[in-house]
């Protein structure tokens, strides 16, 4: 709640997002394994991990962490053709639908305990779509995505959370259009909408040494 400046009806929003995105992440991860793709799995549940702990579902987050773990270590063993499936896989994955129910739960509780607070809050958001942003905290994130896009690394999707908070309700059809993206893993993509929001408001992308800078296209 500190990140979110004490905004409950972000908070609900966010939690929101996460349950319809990853309500059936053991599913998912589940099939993922029993077709034998791996770089899916991987990208799924490296975006589950950063998610997670974004919006403090710390066993979701922890139980991923696991996971990922444990198929960076079968890695070579579960290429063979006669790797039957662990024991320990389906118990991690029973954990992982445990803790993402608990999660479900938890929203269901938060929005039927206060929707009144909620939705005044969610009104005073929409109406603040046009106030003023924490252009500097965007132009960082932007710039640290920018930076980790250009190096071909997964991990620019963990800035995304973290993006999508400090814009509010603005940006919303670029950063739909971004998180699609980074999904594909369409980087050339990704980088041009990182652009085009840089240039709408015209931010300027700190750089090292301290002086500010565009992203150059």
Same mark, same amino acid.
């Given at each position: ?5 004490? %905004?409950? +009806? ?10 319809? =995105? ?31 702990? %974004? ?17 960076? @270590?079968?890695?070579?063993?579960? =290429?063979?053709?006669h ?15 445990? +803790?993402?129910? /608990?999660?479900?739960? #938890? ?5 039927r ?13 929409? @109406? ?6 924490? *252009? ?5 994130l ?10 071909? #690394? ?11 908070i400090?814009?509010? *309700?603005?940006?919303r ?5 971004? /998180? ?5 893993? =369409? ?5 041009m909408?990182?652009?085009?929001? *840089? #240039? ?16 150059? *296209?």
């Open positions: 709640m500190r990140r979110l400046s004490g %905004n409950r +009806a972000l908070l609900a929003d966010l939690l929101q997002r996460f349950c319809r =995105d990853f309500g059936k992440a053991a599913d998912t991860l589940e099939a993922f394994v029993d077709a034998g793709k791996k770089e899916e799995r991987d990208r799924f549940l490296h975006n589950l991990k950063g998610v997670a702990g %974004n919006v403090g579902a710390v066993q979701v987050h922890a139980t991923a962490a696991e996971l990922e773990s444990f198929f960076r @270590e079968a890695g070579r063993e579960m =290429d063979s053709p790797w039957q499936e662990p024991a320990e896989i389906k118990a991690r994955f029973a954990v992982l639908r445990s +803790a993402i129910e /608990e999660v479900m739960a #938890s929203v269901e509780r938060l929005l305990a206060q929707p009144p607070v909620l939705a005044e809050q969610a009104r005073s958001s929409s @109406e603040k779509e046009d106030g003023p942003l924490n *252009t500097e905290a965007i132009a960082a932007i710039a640290r995505m920018v930076q980790l896009i250009e190096a071909g #690394s997964v991990d620019a999707a963990d800035c995304l959370p973290e993006l999508k400090q814009c509010g *309700t603005s940006f059809p670029e950063l739909e259009e971004l /998180e699609g993206s980074m999904d594909d893993l =369409d980087y050339d993509r990704a980088r909408l990182l652009i085009r929001m *840089t #240039s709408q408001q015209g931010l300027l992308i700190p750089a090292q040494g301290g002086e500010s800078h565009g992203i150059e *296209t």
